[in-house]
């Protein structure tokens, strides 16, 4: 079975950086797309950014781009979120998910999922 734990969320303020981490157990990240969603009170999932079972950045937010940086370790173990240059309206529920197959940036079709990492950056 595969299994996803985030790790690295807080709390921070306007302009600071967080990396947030995403272990896997069960499988690695050579057979997965992984992608980090974020989610706020009452909205949907939206991805932020993802990453490829090559190793390759796929998808950035239009919000995060030049901000934020996707990333895995060499053991493909271990999946990255830096975040910097953090701005208020980063604030929220941060998911690490994968996916076997295929490539869309909806939530639904990513079939594991950890249990998230709240994010809150105050002004």
């Known amino acids: 079975q595969v299994q996803l734990v985030e790790s690295g969320g807080g709390l921070v303020q306007v302009g600071g950086s967080l990396r947030l981490s995403c272990e896997v157990s069960g499988r690695t990240f050579s057979s997965l797309t992984v992608g980090w969603f974020r989610q706020v009170a009452g909205k949907e999932r939206v991805l932020v950014a993802a990453?490829?079972?090559?190793?390759?950045?796929?998808y950035y937010d239009e919000s995060v781009k030049e901000r934020f940086t996707i990333s895995r370790n060499d053991a493909k173990t271990m999946a990255f979120l830096q975040m910097n240059n953090l701005k208020t309206e980063d604030t929220g529920l941060y998911y690490c998910?994968?996916?076997?197959?295929?490539?869309?940036?909806?939530?639904?079709?990513?079939?594991?999922w950890g249990q998230g990492t709240q994010v809150t950056v105050s002004s």
């Open positions: 998910a994968a996916r076997e197959k295929g490539w869309n940036s909806r939530a639904a079709d990513f079939g594991i």
């Open positions: 990453l490829n079972l090559n190793g390759y950045t796929i």
